[in-house]
């Protein structure tokens, strides 16, 4: 795998989080993405090491993109009304 450095990483972590929430309302992705890239910054912080493997570690141990989105992905399909489309839902 080729190097990508600390920030590549998190940057391409953060397009992992916002495909999987892109489901989600504008409002709804935006919310998710900033805490969890919040998350990162703060985990980041705490690193005695910032290299890209200390950095890799940090988003192994977070877990995988849509693993960590699933609870809103979850909350926003139970607060949905039955029956009620969604945006962008095939007709």
């Given at each position: 795998?080729?190097?990508?450095?600390?920030?590549?990483?998190?940057?391409?972590?953060?397009?992992e989080v916002r495909a999987a929430v892109a489901p989600l309302r504008s409002k709804q992705r935006r919310q998710v993405v900033d805490e969890i890239s919040a998350r990162i910054a703060g985990a980041r912080l705490g690193?005695?090491?910032h290299s890209?493997?200390?950095?890799?570690?940090?988003?192994d141990r977070l877990g995988p993109a849509a693993s960590v989105t699933a609870a809103a992905l979850e909350g926003s399909a139970t607060r949905r009304r039955p029956g009620?489309?969604?945006k962008g839902a095939a007709l």
């Open positions: 795998m080729a190097s990508q450095g600390p920030d590549a990483l998190v940057e391409s972590y953060l397009d690193l005695d090491d890209e493997v200390a950095v890799r570690e940090l988003l009620q489309r969604h």
